[in-house]
């Protein structure tokens, strides 16, 4: 062995040992966590409702406290820095003490860990070394240094190993496993930049494909939720992502950097009670995102509020009484006066024509010789109330609706949609008109929750719910604090923690599911990926969802293929937050080889796409392979460019094509013997080999991309498309046509 193997063998041994060190706190402390919550699970077999709850509400905070642990308890550490002042810290997912409280491992969103993503040599934020530890599981077999500090390279004393593609490389080189890698370890200065960012308001971070946009997001919302934990544990963060694919190929991130307070949903499920992923044809998805259908419903649901086209002649107990049109136009008045949406101002428009109508009813009985006094009016009004006809004329002149009901019966009426148009939307109106019983489409999201605001709820029964929980709140805190004198001493729990779990053990849900329930829920933090696709109306139903408006919001808008899609940052958000807008760069490429990056970039400037400048850190080893085929022959020969690329075992490969040819392309590749199991849609990530559309792909990676008939895609949704295609490979692009190429593709 010569000396530079002994010199890595001997620093191997030395932070095997450290991690060995580690891990072994981190069993003890699963080991002391599992011990309490069987203590929980066993200590009140005969217990009252009161204990129960107290036993549930300990016991799931042992259990989010266990779920962390696992979650980490297989790569625990990651880096080490070395410092000026002969100090050395370890950074991991998760910070670890030892009993005495020396901190053993530093959590990498802590202040302390900064300086491992944003030292460089020109600014070393006394950093001297920066060390990555390459693990499987809880081995490390590999390190990586970066020497910040010159002067140690002159030092013979100094262990410092120069070997090696470096961290970065050897992330972005592996092949892909269908979930986002945790990437905590490999966030590079100009990411981490973003991600520690104290902006308060809209923060945009604009980069081209494979710049780690995503990875951006999910670690921002970690950092938030570790820094401000106490402002956002209890609203939570929402992540909106394209597709259901794709909140798979996340999903393990968040939980692996020991995060759990995240909803996560698609645009099809923002609403509570409908689930859709059906998109409408452009021409109608253009329209419904348009900005001007939020006046559009305005308008019709004003319309809903209608006054007679003449005064109803009542019959009440044998009197006749007429509601003049004039009465119920002044009680209209008096209730949109109030300002409140339709279902709730509808109370105060019924009190206000029964107040017009039972003086005309006490004017009618005095008229037929009967006496009325003061005492009488609430008898009246009871009648007033119960008779048919009364209650049959108010309905029809305010009626209360659901959303769904609303949007429904609108949709299906030309005549009222054209009545509601706005100028700019009166010669498309047309193309909303469908039957009530057509399935909701992923556009008519925001349309329901624009008309559930403008219909509201009954404020009453809220408020009533509002205040008690307040109090409930602050008896179980009380509470709390009395049960932990008696019950745990560890320094675990915080009474203000076991009363949350109190409240939840009596609600019965997870946080995820009250706030996915509840449309009128609020979260801490919006966190919109793939932000490019969202229309103005999109945009409106987000903004309700964090009034205090503090979003990350990931995207590029070179790739936005929908129809209602934002093309400016600016012109999308700027209505909602004036001068909060931050606008961040990512600029350099960590997906793409060049050789294919190039590719894609030369064919979207050919197709004048805003594309941002971006630099790729990896020349690749391949350019894309062009094959051109007859027409009859196109998925006979795309079939065996994916045959011939799998006998590579270069790793997932995605054939990408327009949404007409997939299931065509999916049953080839399923007939031909020895491939793998084949997927379809962004559903197919899980698949080694899967056949999808540009935008089932938005977002994802794969080792190798097979692209069929470019010109298609261009066809169905714009050059957008085809860019996102071109650029999720990892290391082979393939390009199968048989009509001519888009402009760029061919050098």
Do not use: C
Not at 356 to 385: C, M, N, Q
């Amino acid at each position: 062995m010569d000396d530079a193997e002994e010199q890595i063998a001997r620093e191997l041994a030395r932070e095997q040992a450290y991690a060995d060190r580690l891990y072994a706190r981190l069993d003890e402390l699963i080991a002391q966590v599992e011990h309490n919550l069987d203590q929980i699970q066993g200590s009140q077999q005969a217990s009252t409702h009161q204990n129960r709850s107290e036993r549930d509400s300990f016991m799931a905070l042992y259990e989010d406290r266990l779920a962390l642990l696992r979650s980490v308890a297989r790569s625990v550490v990651f880096g080490r820095l070395d410092m000026d002042d002969a100090a050395r810290r370890y950074i991991g997912r998760i910070g670890l003490f030892t009993p005495e409280r020396e901190q053993l491992l530093v959590d990498w969103r802590a202040p302390a860990a900064a300086a491992f993503y944003r030292a460089t040599s020109a600014e070393r934020l006394e950093v001297r070394l920066r060390r990555h530890l390459i693990n499987r599981g809880r081995t490390v077999v590999g390190l990586e240094d970066d020497v910040l500090d010159q002067s140690m390279l002159e030092d013979p004393e100094q262990d410092v190993l120069l070997q090696g593609e470096g961290a970065l490389l050897a992330a972005v080189s592996g092949q892909r496993t269908g979930r986002m890698g945790d990437i905590v370890a490999t966030i590079q200065a100009e990411q981490d930049r973003i991600i520690r960012s104290e902006n308060r308001g809209v923060m945009v971070v604009q980069g081209g494909p494979g710049t780690g946009k995503t990875a951006v997001a999910l670690h921002r919302a970690a950092y938030l939720l570790y820094t401000h934990r106490r402002r956002l544990e209890h609203t939570g963060v929402l992540i909106m992502a394209p597709t259901l694919g794709f909140l798979r190929y996340i999903e393990r991130v968040l939980p692996s950097l020991g995060e759990s307070g995240v909803v996560m949903l698609t645009p099809g499920e923002l609403f509570p009670g409908v689930e859709t992923f059906v998109h409408d044809r452009d021409e109608v998805a253009a329209v419904k995102g348009d900005a001007a259908m939020a006046e559009l419903i305005a308008r019709a649901v004003k319309q809903r509020q209608v006054v007679p086209e003449q005064d109803v002649r009542l019959r009440i107990d044998g009197t006749p009484v007429t509601l003049s049109r004039e009465m119920v136009r002044a009680a209209r008045r008096e209730a949109r006066a109030t300002h409140k949406p339709h279902n709730a101002a509808r109370a105060v428009f019924v009190r206000a024509a029964m107040d017009r109508l039972v003086e005309k009813y006490e004017k009618a009985l005095t008229a037929r010789g009967h006496t009325i006094v003061p005492e009488d009016r609430g008898d009246l009004l009871s009648d007033l109330r119960h008779d048919p006809e009364v209650k049959r004329v108010l309905n029809l002149a305010w009626l209360p609706y659901t959303p769904q009901g609303f949007l429904r019966i609108l949709l299906s009426r030309p005549d009222r949609l054209a009545a509601a148009a706005p100028r700019s939307l009166a010669d498309r109106v047309d193309l909303l008109v469908r039957p009530k019983s057509e399935p909701w489409t992923i556009e008519d999201i925001p349309l329901l929750d624009e008309v559930a605001e403008l219909l509201g709820e009954d404020a009453a029964p809220a408020e009533a719910r509002a205040k008690d929980d307040a109090e409930r709140r602050t008896a179980d805190v009380e509470y709390a604090r009395k049960v932990i004198e008696n019950i745990d001493s560890s320094g675990i729990i915080r009474a203000e923690d076991l009363a949350d779990q109190v409240s939840q053990v009596r609600d019965g849900r997870t946080l995820a599911e009250r706030a996915s329930s509840e449309r009128s829920w609020t979260y801490g933090h919006v966190v919109v990926d793939e932000a490019q696709e969202h229309s103005p109306m999109s945009w409106r139903a987000l903004m309700r969802r964090a009034p205090t408006k503090s979003f990350t919001v990931v995207g590029d808008v070179a790739q936005t293929s929908s129809a209602g899609g934002t093309h400016s940052w600016t012109d999308a958000l700027s209505p909602y937050i004036q001068d909060r807008l931050q606008v961040e760069h990512l600029t350099v490429n960590y997906r793409t080889p060049r050789r294919i990056m190039d590719r894609a970039v030369a064919m979207a400037q050919a197709h004048q796409l805003p594309v941002t400048s971006v630099s790729s850190v990896r020349e690749g080893d391949r350019d894309p392979r062009i094959e051109r085929t007859d027409p009859s022959r196109l998925v006979e020969t795309a079939a065996g460019s994916v045959a011939a690329v799998q006998e590579e075992g270069l790793g997932r490969l995605a054939v990408i094509t327009a949404q007409e040819r997939v299931q065509e392309i999916l049953e080839q590749l399923r007939s031909l013997p020895g491939l793998p199991a084949v997927g379809v849609g962004s559903a197919g990530v899980d698949d080694e080999i899967a056949v999808m559309t540009a935008q089932d792909a938005k977002g994802l990676e794969f080792d190798a991309v097979v692209l069929v008939e470019p010109a298609e895609l261009v066809d169905a949704h714009g050059a957008g498309d085809l860019y996102v295609a071109m650029s999720r490979a990892t290391q082979h692009l393939g390009v199968v046509h048989a009509r001519e190429l888009p402009r760029g593709i061919a050098r």
